[in-house]
C-alpha cells in the first residue's frame, strides 16, 4: 500500500497561484497513475488532474485547462499540482489519490489510495 500525505493550500487572492505536493510513502511513487481531485462545500468530489506513471501523459478537467499543471517526481516520490490564475471557483479541498492501474483514468472510483487533503481558498 502507499501513504499519500499532501500539503501547499493555503489562502490566496484571485488571479494568484499556489503549488500543491503530494509526498508518497510505503511504497513507490512510479507503481501509480495518480490524481488530483477536489471537493468544494456541498458538491461531490471531482477529478482536476491525472498523470501516467512516467509522466509522459497527462489529463485535465476542462475548468482547469490551461491554468494548472500536474506532474511528478518519481525520484522524490513526490506528485505535484501547480496552479495558476486562481480563482474563487477554485475553492476547495484538494485529494490526490493514487491508481495502481496501467492506464490514465478520469473515475473516481478507480483511484485505491487517498490523502487526506488540503485546503485551498481563494478570496475575490
Known amino acids: 500500500q502507499v501513504q499519500l500525505v499532501e500539503s501547499g493550500g493555503g489562502l490566496v487572492q484571485a488571479g494568484g497561484s499556489l503549488r500543491l505536493s503530494c509526498a508518497a510513502s510505503?511504497?513507490?511513487?512510479?507503481?501509480?497513475?495518480m490524481g488530483w481531485f477536489r471537493q468544494a462545500p456541498g458538491k461531490e468530489r471531482e477529478f482536476v488532474a491525472a498523470?501516467?506513471?512516467?509522466?509522459?501523459?497527462?489529463a485535465y478537467a476542462d475548468s482547469v485547462k490551461g491554468r494548472f499543471t500536474i506532474s511528478r517526481d518519481n525520484a522524490k516520490n513526490t506528485l505535484y499540482l501547480q496552479m495558476n490564475s486562481l480563482n474563487p471557483e477554485d475553492t476547495a479541498v484538494y485529494y490526490c489519490?493514487?491508481?495502481?492501474?496501467?492506464?490514465?483514468?478520469?473515475?473516481?472510483?478507480?483511484?485505491?489510495?487517498w490523502g487526506q487533503g488540503t485546503q485551498v481558498t481563494v478570496s475575490s
Open positions: 489519490a493514487a491508481d495502481p492501474r496501467l492506464f490514465i483514468t478520469m473515475r473516481r472510483d478507480e483511484y485505491d489510495y
Open positions: 510505503g511504497r513507490t511513487l512510479s507503481s501509480y497513475v
Open positions: 498523470i501516467s506513471r512516467s509522466g509522459g501523459s497527462t
